[in-house]
């Protein structure tokens, strides 16, 4: 396993028993105490994932995802307080793909870090043989270059939210429930909290929507989940 993992917690115990765990599985890890340490190491290092901290010093983990997500798209996951239900929401909003709260189960942590490698290996074989392009109104998606353009217009988009919406408009028509989708587009069969759909789909709406208070496109359908309609069916 040649996967690089950057740790990333002040906390010396938590550091010390992540990157524990994570080397026994066969990962090769680096561990950084503060956040500018951190970018230091994402640029050095080059990670595969990266697992943050929210509280640190120097620079909390928010700027840190911020400033990883200016030059890097590999997964990050935050490691969040029980109850602060806000820094989870804030760090997907700020292009994290994923939070595991503490006090976390090494069994958990394992699972969420594998289905994001997992879903990062997998995308180049997806993409081996020429995949056709989906359009649907002024949406085009192009799964070969990992694109999304509006009416001609490249959108900007994470990993994560290109690899919901490329499901979602495959699926044109079908409501996914959020369950589905995070086992479907997260990987997780049994970890995974729905409010990652939720902020992705507000996310993916605030960049291809017209009016993500209206949207077009990606549409709830109450009580049930998500999906994609061409803008000249019917709701």
């Given at each position: 396993?040649?996967?690089?993992?950057?740790?990333?917690?002040?906390?010396?115990?938590?550091?010390?028993?992540?990157?524990?765990?994570?080397?026994?599985?066969?990962?090769?890890?680096?561990?950084?105490?503060?956040?500018?340490?951190?970018?230091?190491?994402?640029?050095?290092?080059?990670?595969?994932?990266?697992?943050?901290?929210?509280?640190?010093p120097h620079k909390d983990?928010?700027?840190?995802?911020?400033?990883?997500?200016?030059?890097?798209?590999?997964?990050?996951?935050?490691?969040?307080?029980?109850?602060?239900?806000?820094?989870?929401?804030?760090?997907?909003e700020l292009g994290a793909?994923?939070?595991?709260?503490?006090?976390?189960?090494?069994?958990?942590?394992?699972?969420?870090?594998?289905?994001?490698?997992?879903?990062?290996?997998?995308?180049?074989?997806?993409?081996?043989?020429?995949?056709?392009?989906?359009?649907?109104?002024?949406?085009?998606?192009?799964?070969?270059?990992?694109?999304?353009?509006?009416?001609?217009?490249?959108?900007?988009?994470?990993?994560?939210?290109?690899?919901?919406?490329?499901?979602?408009?495959?699926?044109?028509?079908?409501?996914?429930?959020?369950?589905?989708?995070?086992?479907?587009?997260?990987?997780?069969?049994?970890?995974?909290?729905?409010?990652?759909?939720?902020?992705?789909?507000?996310?993916?709406?605030?960049?291809?929507?017209?009016?993500?208070?209206?949207?077009?496109?990606?549409?709830?359908?109450?009580?049930?989940?998500?999906?994609?309609?061409?803008?000249?069916?019917?709701?």
């Amino acid at each position: 396993m040649d996967e690089k993992i950057l740790v990333v917690d002040d906390e010396q115990p938590i550091a010390d028993i992540l990157d524990f765990n994570l080397k026994k599985e066969g990962f090769e890890v680096e561990v950084a105490y503060d956040g500018n340490e951190a970018l230091e190491k994402v640029h050095e290092f080059v990670p595969d994932l990266v697992l943050l901290d929210i509280m640190l010093p120097h620079k909390d983990g928010m700027e840190v995802c911020r400033e990883i997500r200016k030059h890097f798209d590999m997964p990050v996951i935050m490691l969040t307080a029980k109850d602060a239900e806000i820094d989870k929401v804030l760090g997907l909003e700020l292009g994290a793909d994923d939070y595991v709260t503490k006090p976390f189960s090494n069994r958990e942590l394992l699972a969420r870090v594998k289905a994001n490698l997992r879903r990062l290996q997998t995308a180049p074989e997806e993409s081996s043989s020429k995949q056709k392009l989906i359009e649907i109104g002024g949406l085009t998606v192009d799964p070969d270059a990992y694109l999304v353009s509006k009416r001609g217009e490249a959108v900007d988009l994470t990993h994560r939210e290109f690899e919901l919406i490329h499901y979602l408009a495959r699926h044109i028509g079908q409501v996914m429930t959020r369950e589905h989708l995070l086992q479907a587009v997260w990987g997780y069969d049994y970890f995974g909290d729905v409010r990652t759909v939720d902020v992705t789909v507000r996310r993916l709406r605030e960049k291809v929507e017209d009016n993500p208070s209206y949207p077009m496109w990606i549409v709830t359908r109450r009580g049930v989940g998500y999906y994609v309609k061409h803008p000249e069916q019917e709701k």
